[in-house]
């Protein structure tokens, strides 16, 4: 049977269309670059298939959920059942509302197994980026055991062959990982109980010719921080289905009679024009439909982190002395890290006493606060509110209040176990916590830890990770309520709580516990292809790297950080005075070219595997910086040229080098003196630097360069 209803959702560059008509069954006709003149019962019947000889006479189409009783034979996209009966749920339109334009609400039920399926979708008019959820409800009498439910199955285009996923360990983050599609399942699962640094919830699915700048290409993201399964599946038909959705554990999701469980949100984009253009519609969605331009223009300041600086080792003196010093090199937040409360001495004990520790600060907070802001510094502070050690006075007076499975024991992590935040007890004692910390004390800045896993999420007998990340967005929520003006820091032992679920309560996410700068340069560009670079916290660590030992360059590490929240994350006090001074100059740069870094789109270069390069152009194109950073030797004996991609080909550009100074160019002459790259600058079409390219200079491995271009 053909459908002759449809839904047609539109903006930019983009169509999406759907099938739909009550009765029938929802399902994606199109989603690619916009159709301006095709009827799409046109394309129902361009994609007309037939039988083949083993198959059934007549082949299912795929719907939003592949529901099993469909008949895909696909991994289905929704399971349930209810003690085994009603297992196999097909869903039918019921009706159809389209709120605007962009958007549509599909309800679907399946009368025999009396369950309700509601599907909403919107394509955003601005950033072309689509939302989709669905909303399960039971609407017979007994419970229903839903196994599974994607907040939506997607058809991927047979061209589209190659998945990239992100997967990467603490303290490297975002790493890709590249597989070609196969007849069978790519399945990730993440059962850690935060987003996890090892399964991001986003995929890319594009063409083998797929680059930065050219080829077809959709991403996939899901809004969420707790557990999650993706997977792309391959029919041995042809057809090939991706999904992405929350990981239910057994038995988490007992619906009883009328009760709903909503998917997270799974975000998605496309594009004919390489993976840059995706980045940058994700890039733009974050900007301003999910961080809904939250903090109104005000800048992303410079912060001083101490945890490197001190780690648990704090003094008021030496922290006072700090300050003086970041203040006087340019930093604008002071974030005083762990260590400051009840007997946190070490990482072994008191999380969950969230008192000034007397003995560190006999005089409370006030006076280092009082003193970072006469130095014309915000203040900040960490917290890690999900959490409590053994050996701290919460936990003494109430063992009870984490989460546990019943007969097993306690795994612990880093030393800790993890608050039962869906109880109202312990959530209303760490919110009053957290409250008497932020009204005692002029802080504007939480930087809110998770520092586990979660092995074993289970309240009162029943599995509960889906209702332990509900209520941590809950008590951000109702903090954020509490104190408007707040800013808060989305950190999981670095990138491991980085999602746009989480930034409907967080300002900025805390990339990464490395901060090696060459390592930064992967883990940055990995975050870009999701994440603007105002929201990711980059910051200048140490010469030696704590976490892997490796000395690099203060030049590297400023040019690194530079492309991000810029921080600094290091013992100011002990740090080379002439290294101090490229600092301070660093940090100067970056506040001049902050507005463009914190608005601009974001540009990655296709280079070879020995540099990583990218930039940031301004909206009306007359502005831009490009980062070219040699990560190791290359192998030929000189580097070939850059590309720049972004520019308007009609404009006329000043291009100059502006980091590090002098350009640390290894002989001479070269491109850098014959176009006075270090000083004036030359005049080149935007044309010029992307069909022709500029020769790369001459510069050792490990050396990040900043080229400035400005339209003339
Ligand atoms: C893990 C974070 O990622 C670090 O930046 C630091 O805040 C420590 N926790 C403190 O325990």
């Known amino acids: 049977m053909q459908p002759n209803n449809f839904i047609v959702l539109e903006a930019g560059d983009t169509s999406f269309i759907l099938s739909c008509e009550i009765g029938g069954r929802p399902q994606i006709v199109y989603w690619g670059p916009r159709l301006e003149r095709t009827d ?131 303290a490297n983050e975002f790493q890709t990982e590249k597989v070609p599609i196969f007849l069978g399942s790519y399945v990730r699962e993440n059962r850690r109980g935060r987003t996890s640094h090892d399964c991001f ?14 080829g077809a290409c959709v991403g996939f993201h899901l809004g969420w921080s707790g557990n999650s399964r993706i997977r792309v599946d391959q029919l041995s038909d042809g057809r090939q289905f991706a999904q992405l ?3 239910l554990l057994p038995g988490e999701q007992m619906l009883a009679s009328g009760e709903r469980y909503q998917t997270p949100a799974l975000y998605a984009g496309y594009s004919h024009v390489g993976r840059t253009a995706l980045s940058q519609k994700f890039q733009n ?112 007076a109430h063992p009870g209040w984490i989460l546990g499975i019943e007969g097993l024991p306690q795994i612990s992590s880093r030393g800790q176990y993890v608050l039962d935040l869906t109880r109202a007890d312990v959530f209303d004692h760490i919110f009053s916590a957290i409250d008497a910390i932020l009204s005692d004390h002029n802080i504007g800045y939480v930087k809110w830890d998770m520092n586990r896993d979660i092995h074993h999420p289970e309240s009162r007998a029943k599995p509960a990770a889906h209702a332990q990340s509900l209520a941590v967005y809950r008590l951000m929520d109702k903090v954020r309520a509490a104190h408007p003006d707040i800013e808060i820091e989305a950190c999981a032992s670095g990138g491991g709580r980085a999602d746009y679920g989480v930034l409907e309560y967080a300002d900025r996410i805390w990339t990464s516990d490395s901060n090696d700068a060459l390592d930064r340069q992967i883990i940055q560009r990995g975050a870009s292809h999701f994440f603007p670079l105002e929201i990711l916290g980059a910051h200048v660590g140490p010469q030696k790297c704590h976490i892997t030992g490796r000395r690099l360059s203060m030049e590297l590490r400023v040019a690194t950080a530079f492309f991000g929240h810029m921080g600094l994350e290091l013992n100011l006090l002990t740090e080379a005075l002439n290294e101090i001074e490229i600092l301070k100059a660093g940090i100067a740069l970056h506040k001049a070219h902050r507005s463009l870094i914190h608005s601009g789109e974001y540009v990655r270069l296709d280079t070879p595997s020995d540099v990583n390069a990218f930039g940031v152009v301004s909206e009306d194109m007359d502005e831009a910086l490009f980062s070219y950073c040699l990560m190791t030797g290359h192998r030929e004996t000189l580097p070939g040229r850059i590309r720049f991609a972004g520019l308007n080909s009609e404009k006329d550009y000043r291009i100059k080098i502006i980091w590090p100074e002098p350009v640390p160019v290894r002989t001479a002459p070269s491109i850098v003196n014959e176009l006075d790259l270090g000083g004036e600058g030359a005049i080149v079409s935007g044309e010029a630097l992307m069909q022709f390219g500029i020769q790369a200079p001459l510069v050792y491995p490990e050396t990040c360069i900043i080229y400035h271009v400005l339209e003339q």
């Open 201 to 214: 919830p986003g995929l890319i699915i594009e063409e083998v010719c797929t680059s930065e700048q050219s």
């Open 285 to 396: 969605h974050v900007r301003h439909q999910v961080l809904n331009d939250r903090l109104g223009g005000k800048v992303r300041p410079v912060h001083f982190n101490t945890w490197e600086a001190v780690y648990f080792d704090h003094d008021e003196e030496k922290l006072t002395e700090l300050a003086e010093v970041a203040a006087d090199v340019g930093v604008e937040r002071f974030i005083l890290d762990d260590g400051w409360f009840g007997g946190r001495r070490s990482d072994a004990a008191g999380l969950g006493d969230w008192q000034v520790s007397k003995s560190v600060y006999p005089n409370g907070l006030s006076n280092i606060i009082k003193r970072v802001n006469d130095l014309g510094m915000e203040f900040g502070i960490w917290m890690e509110p999900e959490m409590v050690n053994p050996d701290s006075d919460l936990f003494r």
């Open 245 to 247: 959705g929350e990981l």
């Open 40 to 170: 799409p019962q046109l394309l129902v019947k361009l994609a007309t298939r037939q039988h083949a000889h083993g198959s059934a006479d007549e082949e299912a189409s795929g719907t939003l959920l592949n529901e099993i009783g469909v008949g895909t034979l696909a991994p289905p996209g929704f399971s349930a059942h209810r003690s085994g009966e009603n297992w196999a749920a097909s869903f039918h339109v019921e009706s159809i509302t389209q709120p605007s334009p962009q958007s549509v609400e599909i309800a679907c039920a399946d009368r025999v197994a009396d369950i309700k399926a509601t599907h909403t979708i919107s394509l955003d008019a601005q950033s072309e980026i689509l939302t989709c959820g669905t909303i399960i409800e039971n609407v017979g009498d007994r419970p229903v055991a839903l196994e599974w439910c994607a907040a939506c199955v997607f058809p991927i285009d047979a061209r589209l062959t190659e998945i990239t996923g992100f997967s990467g360990r603490w």
